[in-house]
């Protein structure tokens, strides 16, 4: 008999993917992963629809002994009334969706945005996994992290702890935050706020991949834009060992594998510490896509 089962779900703009977990945090097996479409555009009613549908079709193709807990991540947080806010699937926002889920299931339902559960599954299952406290950070379309302490996710009174992407790096910066305040971390190290900048200054258009491999060939002027945005994630990431001092800081999201980041970038970190040697380890994921999913299985207790 498999012990312990749980279920993940990650709720995409496009995909909701599933997964069933079944052992203890050492010995975590994987005993399914689904994947449907998220159908956004048939409105909120059909979202919940979707997922509590896919959750019960999860159980009964394995045929589990039901309510099996579930978790859920999703891009967002919720207000302190339980609505959803930030969510880039606009239809949620605003919505109870947590509680509805939870009343269509008739059970509990952990929740956590998709940095936390990053997070929370890197420190457990991946790179982090040994570490006392682990920081995740997310870099890609947007800039986010969270905070793992001996396993347990820290998310704080007002779910904005390893909110990173919106400590202000530059107060007289001219670069707006769809968050309202100016100079945000975010726009500076987000993937398409260096594109944009880059497009600005060159009126070309490039990916922020092929703007890093020009400056891996030290091609004007990518070079001088690569050694911006790692300066800048220097500062910032260095503002964040200042005050947490992380045993481990494991990197995820679409620009993770941007090999400068570990050399050039940590050099940066280094740079601007407040100590004079660099010891946290800063290391790519080990779970890449599978932790969103995973990370909301793990918010079952
Ligand atoms: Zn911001």
Not at 44 to 57: A, C, L, P, S
Not at 218 to 246: C, F, K, M
């Amino acid at each position: 008999m498999t012990e312990n089962i749980r279920m993940g779900i990650d709720l995409g703009g496009t995909k909701i993917e599933g997964v069933i977990l079944a052992g203890s945090p050492d010995t975590f097996e994987i005993l399914a992963r689904r994947r449907v479409p998220t159908e956004a555009a048939g409105g909120y009613n059909h979202i919940v629809d979707r997922v509590t549908g896919f959750i019960r079709q999860l159980a009964d193709e394995f045929e589990l002994a039901t309510p099996i807990p579930v978790g859920v991540g999703m891009p967002g947080s919720l207000t302190r009334d339980g609505r959803v806010k930030n969510s880039n699937t606009v239809c949620l926002n605003g919505t109870q969706f947590r509680k509805d889920v939870s009343q269509v299931l008739g059970q509990p339902l952990p929740f956590a945005n998709d940095a936390n559960c990053f997070a929370l599954a890197e420190a457990t299952m991946g790179a982090g996994n040994g570490y006392a406290l682990v920081f995740g950070v997310i870099m890609g379309t947007g800039v986010g992290g969270g905070i793992v302490y001996q396993g347990t996710l820290w998310e704080g009174g007002q779910s904005l702890a390893g909110e990173w992407g919106h400590m202000i790096l530059w107060p007289n910066s001219d670069q707006e935050c769809y968050c309202g305040q100016r100079g945000c971390v975010e726009t500076y190290l987000a993937g398409p706020c260096v594109e944009k900048r880059y497009r600005e200054a060159t009126s070309t258009s490039c990916t922020l991949a092929t703007i890093i491999e020009k400056y891996s060939r030290r091609e004007q002027p990518a070079t001088e834009h690569v050694s911006n945005w790692l300066d800048n994630y220097g500062r910032a990431l260095a503002n964040v060992i200042n005050v947490l001092d992380p045993d481990i800081i494991v990197l995820g999201g679409g620009l993770s594998n941007a090999a400068p980041l570990y050399d050039e970038g940590r050099a940066a970190v280094a740079r601007y510490v407040f100590n004079n040697e660099l010891l946290t380890p800063i290391v790519p994921n080990q779970l890449g896509d599978s932790a969103g999913v995973l990370g909301a299985a793990l918010l079952v207790s």
